[in-house]
Antibody
Framework: EVQLVESGGGLVQPGGSLRLSCAASGFTFSSYSMNWVRQAPGKGLEWVSYISSSSSTIYYADSVKGRFTISRDNAKNSLYLQMNSLRAEDTAVYYC?????????????WGQGTMVTVSS | SSELTQDPAVSVALGQTVRITCQGDSLRSYYASWYQQKPGQAPVLVIYGKNNRPSGIPDRFSGSSSGNTASLTITGAQAEDEADYYCNSRDSSGNHPQVVFGGGTKLTVL
């Protein structure tokens, strides 16, 4: 079964750090680009970051650039998001999502999400 | 960066046809993808590219595009189609490429 499972969410104080992980299974992880997408409580979807299959190309949303770092380990079938200098507005469910091979910005597989709460 | 605009809410009678739209400058250059999200669940891709449905998506879902507007049409809406629908596309208008989502449309099936 094709699956993505996020972990690492939790409660963190403003200015703190957190590292999210996404474990992939059921497909050739190293062939696909991956993304992080977040959703604040009661709000819409917001794309956070993109990483190509070989990690050679990385993009970030303006709202997180300079604070978040996306990475992947193809040997471990895992995607990561290192989040530093966290703010209250970063509070959201964070999803990892796979980009299709033919349309990179069409996300065809999503994890169940992990909640990040930034609060004192 | 560019934005994608969606109507916040749309309703449709059971069995009727509904169109959900998404407007933005990026859609003049890139296709939109469409996602269905039900409460407490992750989004599900329903349409991508010119008008492609992933495996398992009913053929009552279709997509189209004209100018700066992309549309998701549900022909013969079912009760299980009640959900939030989001569009997204690539955006290359800024200093670096990004992906942008619309604000979402809440579909009510009456």
């Amino acid at each position: 079964e094709v699956q993505l499972v996020e972990s690492g969410g939790g409660l963190v104080q403003p200015g703190g750090s957190l590292r999210l992980s996404c474990a992939a299974s059921g497909f050739t992880f190293s062939s696909y680009s991956m993304n992080w997408v977040r959703q604040a409580p009661g709000k819409g979807l917001e794309w956070v970051s993109y990483i190509s299959s070989s990690s050679s190309t990385i993009y970030y949303a303006d709202s997180v650039k300079g604070r978040f770092t996306i990475s992947r380990d193809n040997a471990k079938n895992s995607l990561y998001l290192q989040m530093n200098s966290l703010r209250a507005e970063d509070t959201a469910v964070y999803y990892c999502a796979r980009g299709r091979l033919d349309f990179l910005d069409a996300f065809d597989i999503w994890g169940q999400g992990t909640m990040v709460t930034v609060s004192s | 960066s560019s934005e994608l605009t969606q109507d916040p809410a749309v309703s449709v009678a059971l069995g009727q046809t509904v169109r959900i739209t998404c407007q933005g400058d990026s859609l003049r250059s890139y296709y939109a993808s469409w996602y269905q999200q039900k409460p407490g669940q992750a989004p599900v891709l329903v349409i991508y590219g010119k008008n492609n449905r992933p495996s398992g998506i009913p053929d009552r879902f279709s997509g189209s595009s004209s100018g700066n507007t992309a549309s998701l049409t549900i022909t013969g809406a079912q009760a299980e189609d009640e959900a939030d629908y989001y569009c997204n596309s690539r955006d290359s208008s800024g200093n670096h490429p990004q992906v942008v989502f619309g604000g979402g449309t809440k579909l009510t099936v009456l």
